[in-house]
């Protein structure tokens, strides 16, 4: 009989999916952090398991390279900075590293990218959506259409 080898990390009995660790403790390092991070911006970029309607907004967008990505965060002091905060206070997805483009109208290029909570790219996302909701209303209350 076969035996599944188990996660290195103590404690944990999931079965390893590489590197002596499990996916959800792999995805708590740096390397595995990163590569779920890039692979998320990836599908956005490429309109993968992107809302339909929402797909044009992204697909088609520049997207640096996967090393590149993964040497700037690697050296960047934001992200370091926040993933040991994220990593020390016990992994709240609140506090987890989250990329922001800068100017939402480009792609996940070095100039128009930082490292930011997740949570102040999630007040960031509401409030741009709010303003532009205020912004149509008032176009429509100018034009005299009522929505």
């Excluded at 176009?139 to 259409?145: D, E, N, S």
Aim: include cysteine; charge should be positive.
């Amino acid at each position: 009989m076969a035996t599944t080898k188990k996660c290195s990390k103590r404690g944990c009995r999931n079965p390893v999916h590489g590197r002596g660790l499990c996916l959800a403790h792999y995805r708590r390092t740096i390397t595995g952090f990163l590569s779920r991070s890039y692979s998320h911006m990836s599908e956005r970029v490429r309109g993968v398991g992107v809302v339909p309607h929402k797909q044009k907004y992204w697909y088609g967008k520049p997207i640096m390279p996967r090393e590149v990505f993964y040497e700037w965060s690697k050296n960047h002091p934001d992200f370091l900075k926040l993933f040991k905060r994220w990593t020390t206070a016990g992994h709240p997805k609140r506090l987890a590293p989250s990329v922001n483009r800068i100017d939402s109208s480009k792609g996940y290029t070095l100039d128009n990218v930082e490292w930011i909570t997740q949570s102040q790219n999630s007040m960031l996302a509401s409030s741009v959506t709010h303003a532009n909701h205020e912004a149509v209303k008032e176009v429509y209350r100018l034009a005299g259409v009522s929505q």
